[in-house]
């Protein structure tokens, strides 16, 4: 009975303390994949980064050399004022004939880039008075932007999954874990051609320099809001090839605000699945649910006679209970409910002396 007792204490201990487990070994498993990550990206980049600058000393050396009236500190002067304009994306050859980045068609991709948080950065404000707009505008903007995207998500939530899931769960009987899981796995894999093996074959077409990977890349970069802004669309036209440059940077501009408006509804898809609830209570506090609906508007209720009755507004204390007095009623009527079917119930039944039981007499013996 002591063993009994004791495992089940120690069951109830583990259950009560598995969630802040599971969470422990959640952060250290994060922790273990970022330090990964690091390790694999230092390994392959590092020796890359270093053959780069190998060469472009090279080439610095050899062009001090076959140019002896350029010294090296006026050389360093250029470089570095060049390279400072190329990051605020001004470009200094003087061959390339690039469009203005702040016409209305660039300012709106500038726009949609900070609202959705994508930011590549290879335009960014130049003017003190820019640099303080853009952290009002975003201030704003940024909030009224999750609440849109929010709000449009809800919407095409319940025409693209739940009216479907909820459809061929009554037609075909299936359960609906199994009809939810494939259809976000036939939702994602729709989302994957569509919104990036279509649009980088696209850019593959259009941009000059751009191979296939790379254009994948900058989909997937710039669906998933990273903007890293190493390859931004249109930025590489030396020639001005672009017959409608403006046109194509708004078709870029709608492909991404329809592409992350997709890519929310298929991990929102994702979220709603059985299987990843369940996973994710695993990791939740506990101490954090919220009451039922009833108990909310019972407490709600008390709260507000209460403030009644303080004003002198209200009917009084003993028009409407408290929870605890309704508590108190609740246990009263049920105990004397109890009673009274106990006392019927022996008044109709005759007595008979017990047998033997050997429950009782193990018990007891």
Same mark, same amino acid.
Request: charged share 15%; net charge negative; glycine share 8%.
């Given at each position: 009975m002591v063993r009994g007792f004791s495992s089940g204490c120690f069951a109830q201990a583990a259950e009560r303390h598995s969630t802040a487990l599971s969470f422990s070994l959640l952060s250290a498993g994060y922790v273990l994949y970022l330090l990964l990550g690091a390790g694999i990206f230092s390994a392959i980049e590092l020796p890359y980064e270093e053959?780069?600058?190998?060469d472009l000393k090279q080439v610095r050396q050899e062009f001090l050399e076959q140019n002896e009236?350029?010294?090296d500190a006026r050389l360093e002067e250029l470089l570095a004022r060049a390279i400072e304009a190329s990051n605020y994306g001004v470009s200094v050859l003087g061959?390339?004939? &690039? !469009?203005?980045?702040w016409d209305f068609v660039s300012a709106l991709f500038f726009t949609s880039t900070v609202l959705t948080t994508t930011g590549y950065g290879h335009t960014v404000p130049l003017s003190d008075g820019g640099k303080a707009f853009c *952290? #009002?505008?975003?201030? %704003?903007?940024?909030?009224?932007t999750l609440l849109f995207l929010s709000a449009v998500v809800q919407r095409l939530m319940v025409v693209v999954t739940r009216r479907p899931v909820a459809y061929f769960h009554r037609r075909w009987g299936v359960s609906r874990?199994?009809?939810a899981a494939a259809h976000a796995a036939c939702l994602a894999a729709l989302a994957? *051609?569509? #919104? #990036?093996?279509?649009?980088?074959?696209?850019? %593959? $077409?259009? +941009?000059?320099?751009?191979?296939? #990977? &790379? $254009?994948l890349y900058f989909c997937f970069i710039s669906l998933s809001t990273i903007g890293l802004? @190493?390859? %931004? !669309?249109? +930025?590489? @036209?030396? +020639?001005?090839? =672009? $017959? =409608?440059g403006q046109l194509y940077r708004l078709a870029i501009t709608v492909y991404l605000l329809l592409g992350l408006v997709c890519v929310l509804v298929v991990l929102e898809t994702c979220c709603e699945l059985p299987q990843l609830r369940g996973i994710k209570q695993r990791f939740y506090w506990d101490g954090g649910r919220d009451p039922d609906s009833e108990t909310t508007n019972i407490i709600d209720s008390d709260h507000l006679?209460? &403030?009644? *009755?303080?004003?002198? @507004?209200? !009917?009084? !204390?003993a028009s409407i209970p408290s929870v605890s007095e309704q508590a108190a009623s609740l246990r009263r009527h049920g105990n004397n409910n109890v009673n009274l079917n106990l006392n019927r119930s022996l008044a109709a039944t005759p007595y008979t002396p017990a047998a033997n039981s050997d429950a009782v007499n193990g018990f007891f013996s």
């Open positions: 053959r780069l600058r190998q009236c350029v010294s061959n390339q004939t &690039e !469009p203005n980045n *952290v #009002l505008y975003s201030l %704003v903007g940024i909030p009224i874990a199994r009809l994957a *051609v569509f #919104l #990036l093996f279509v649009p980088a074959a696209v850019f %593959v $077409a259009v +941009e000059q320099n751009w191979s296939f #990977l &790379e $254009a802004g @190493d390859y %931004v !669309p249109g +930025e590489n @036209d030396p +020639e001005g090839t =672009h $017959a =409608h006679t209460q &403030e009644a *009755v303080a004003a002198g @507004d209200g !009917p009084g !204390p």
